[in-house]
């Protein structure tokens, strides 16, 4: 089945960039999507299609891909935007969705 | 406004079963793919399986295959996960998520609150 492989942690400074990465098999080939979840609550889409944001979501973040691996970037990072980070795509080969081990990312 | 309110959730015996509700509002349920997704305390999300919106195509995480049943009725807007022989690694949050299209390969845009399955003796 396939993986998807996320750090554990990431922490950063509040002002600063936090980079949160997501690797996968050919990971390019597939659409990747970042959910956002706060502690207690349901996830939030924040990222989708490797890079497009819904709406309401603020510019600061982006997505991207290299290689095998894809990033989602936080810009100017918010002590409210401390919260636990997946990355999902559809696995073609199993049908199946599929999630990232999420990141917790902790605004210091 | 797009809403998903899950139900259902309790605490049942090992090998018990339970049936959880999603009822949805404020788009065309008929048309968008739903998903099932869990999270074990402390623990990462996890699909758990999903129906496409004409509700002909269903799959299942090898996890609870043969064991959950994922349906919709389109007549109550309403997506249903029956849960059988129920095992206590399936105590989780259970979320209902809309896709943002007819087939569940799309990105998950909406997401239900969340209702508790606890499975223990």
């Known amino acids: 089945s396939y993986v998807l492989t996320q750090p554990p942690s990431v922490s950063v400074a509040p002002g600063q960039t936090a980079k949160i990465t997501c690797g996968g098999n050919?990971?390019?080939?597939?659409?990747v999507h970042w959910y956002q979840q706060k502690s207690g609550q349901a996830p939030v889409l924040v990222v989708f299609?490797?890079?497009d944001r819904p709406s309401g979501i603020p510019e600061r973040f982006s997505g991207s891909y290299s290689g095998n691996t894809a990033t989602l970037t936080i810009n100017r990072v918010e002590a409210g935007e401390e919260a636990d980070y997946y990355c999902?795509?559809?696995?073609?080969?199993?049908?199946?969705?599929?999630f990232g081990g999420g990141t917790k990312l902790t605004v210091l | 406004e797009v809403q998903l309110l899950e139900s259902g959730g309790g605490l049942v015996q090992p090998g018990g079963s339970l049936r959880l509700s999603c009822a949805a509002s404020?788009?065309?349920?008929?048309?968008?793919?739903m998903s099932w997704v869990r999270q074990a305390p402390g623990q990462g999300l996890e699909w758990v399986g999903g129906?496409?919106?004409?509700?002909?195509?269903?799959d299942y995480a090898d996890s609870v295959k043969g064991r959950f049943t994922v349906s919709r009725d389109k007549s109550k807007n309403t997506l249903y996960v029956q849960m059988n022989s129920l095992r206590a690694e399936d105590t989780a949050v259970y979320y209902c998520?809309?896709?943002?299209?007819?087939?569940?390969?799309?990105?998950?845009?909406?997401w239900g609150q969340g209702t508790l399955v606890t499975v223990s003796s």
């Open positions: 998520a809309k896709h943002d299209y007819e087939v569940a390969t799309s990105k998950l845009d909406y």
């Open positions: 404020g788009f065309s349920f008929n048309f968008y793919a």
């Open positions: 129906i496409s919106g004409s509700g002909g195509t269903i």
């Open positions: 050919n990971i390019g080939s597939k659409s």
């Open positions: 299609d490797d890079r």
């Open positions: 999902q795509v559809w696995d073609s080969g199993s049908d199946h969705v599929v």
